[in-house]
Structure formats: structure tokens, C-alpha cells
């Protein structure tokens, strides 16, 4: 079974610091999503990466997919309110139609 | 242009009682999905569909069906609500298979079984 691990579960900061959030696994994927969920609604999807090593960039956003593309992360630099929300990876692989999403990390930035 | 809309947003059963959930998409997108969203477990996939006229199971399957008679729609069915069923459940869709699109969500409908 496919298990995506993300660290740290809740994570509350000041405004204007910066957090790097954490989605790992031992199995390889194709691909790999970032969503933000906001409170009533359903996830958005943010990025995607499908060379292992990529970095994407989002405004403040950072996303980096791992050499093996085990991992990922998401590095938020001067968090603001409005980053506030769920933020959920979800892995790909290649051949099957169906996405693995992490267990999640609860962001809170406090003005 | 609504995007992917689910039906009902609410509701609440008594243990043994049945329902169908509605996810509709105007999107003409081939695959949709069916998860359910619990605290500190992420989305788990519960069934999905690649196309009209097939179903697959995800990682959750047990006490759920699953319909897809039309591209649209994609209906998730309980035929005897249980307590552990108690989630909020989100239907997607997405234009080409896992990893090769984005998946759309709808707002989700939140059920309680009691």
C-alpha cells in the first residue's frame, strides 16, 4: 500500500516567517500535487512536478520534488493570513488512473 | 460554467438508513473520483471512474456503490449508513488519468450517521 507522510501535522506561525512543509513516502511516483483546501470547500490544486530534482515556484510558494521521487516539500517564505488553509500533496504513478494524497498539514499564520 | 457540483451539502442519517450522493461536471472530463475526508487522514479514494459506463474500486471501497451512467454524473450510493461512515465526501473529476491533469473538487457534502 502506498502511504504518503506529511510532516508537521499543525503548524502555527507569525506572520512574515517561513515554514517548509514535508510529503514523503518509500514508494516512487510519476508525479506529484500540492492542493490548499480552505475551510467549506474542496482542495486547489497549487503544482505539479513530475521530474525528480524539479523546483517550481509559486509567488512565495517553493515547491522542490525529490531526486527519486519519493518526497517532496513546500517552502512558504513570509507567510501571510491568507496562506492560512490545509495543505495536501498527493502522488501519481504511472499506469493507474488514481491519486494518494498525505495525511495533511494545518497551516494557521497569525497577523 | 459550474465546475463540479455535489449534492445534497448536508445531511444526516440514522444508522441502516441508505442515500446517494450527486456529483455532476460540465467539464466533459473523462475520469471522476469519489473520496471521503476524515481528521488527520488526508483524502482516501473510495471508487472511481474512467470513463462512462465503468467503475473501479480505490482504497475504501466497503459499504459504498458507485454509478456512472452518464459522463456528468457519478453517483456514490450507501445502502445501510454505519457510524464509521460519519465523513465529508468530495467527488473530482479531471480530464486525462492520474498525474497527467489537475483533479477539479466540488465543495463537498458533509454526512453525519447517527
Known amino acids: 500500500t502506498q502511504l504518503l507522510e506529511q510532516s508537521p501535522q499543525f503548524l502555527s506561525i507569525q506572520e512574515g516567517e517561513n515554514l517548509t512543509v514535508y510529503c514523503n513516502s518509500s514508494?516512487?511516483?510519476?508525479?506529484l500535487q500540492w492542493y490548499r483546501q480552505e475551510p467549506g470547500e474542496g482542495p486547489v490544486l497549487l503544482v505539479t512536478?513530475?521530474?525528480?530534482?524539479e523546483v517550481k515556484k509559486l509567488k512565495r510558494l517553493t515547491f522542490q520534488f525529490g531526486d527519486a521521487r519519493k518526497d517532496s516539500s513546500l517552502h512558504i517564505t513570509a507567510a501571510q493570513p491568507g496562506d492560512t488553509g490545509l495543505y495536501l500533496c498527493?502522488?501519481?504513478?504511472?499506469?493507474?488512473?488514481?491519486?494518494?494524497f498525505g495525511t495533511g498539514t494545518r497551516l494557521k499564520v497569525l497577523a | 460554467n459550474a465546475g463540479v457540483t455535489q449534492t445534497p451539502k448536508f445531511r444526516v442519517l440514522k444508522t441502516g438508513q441508505s442515500m446517494t450522493l450527486l456529483c455532476a461536471q460540465d467539464?466533459?472530463?473523462?475520469?471522476m473520483y469519489w473520496y471521503r475526508q476524515d481528521p488527520g487522514m488526508g483524502l482516501r479514494l473510495i471508487h472511481y471512474?474512467?470513463?462512462?459506463?465503468?467503475?473501479a474500486k480505490g482504497e475504501v471501497p466497503d459499504g459504498y456503490n458507485v454509478s456512472r451512467l452518464k459522463k456528468q454524473n457519478f453517483l456514490l450510493g450507501l445502502e445501510s449508513a454505519a457510524p464509521s461512515q460519519t465523513s465529508v465526501y468530495f467527488c473530482?473529476?479531471?480530464?486525462?488519468?492520474?498525474?497527467?491533469?489537475?483533479?477539479?473538487f466540488g465543495p463537498g457534502t458533509r454526512l453525519t450517521v447517527t
Open positions: 467539464m466533459n472530463h473523462e475520469y
Open positions: 514508494s516512487v511516483f510519476s508525479s
Open positions: 471512474s474512467v470513463g462512462e459506463g465503468t467503475t
Open positions: 512536478v513530475v521530474t525528480g530534482g
Open positions: 498527493a502522488g501519481a504513478t504511472s499506469g493507474t488512473y488514481k491519486y494518494i
Open positions: 473530482a473529476s479531471s480530464y486525462g488519468p492520474a498525474g497527467a491533469g489537475e483533479q477539479y
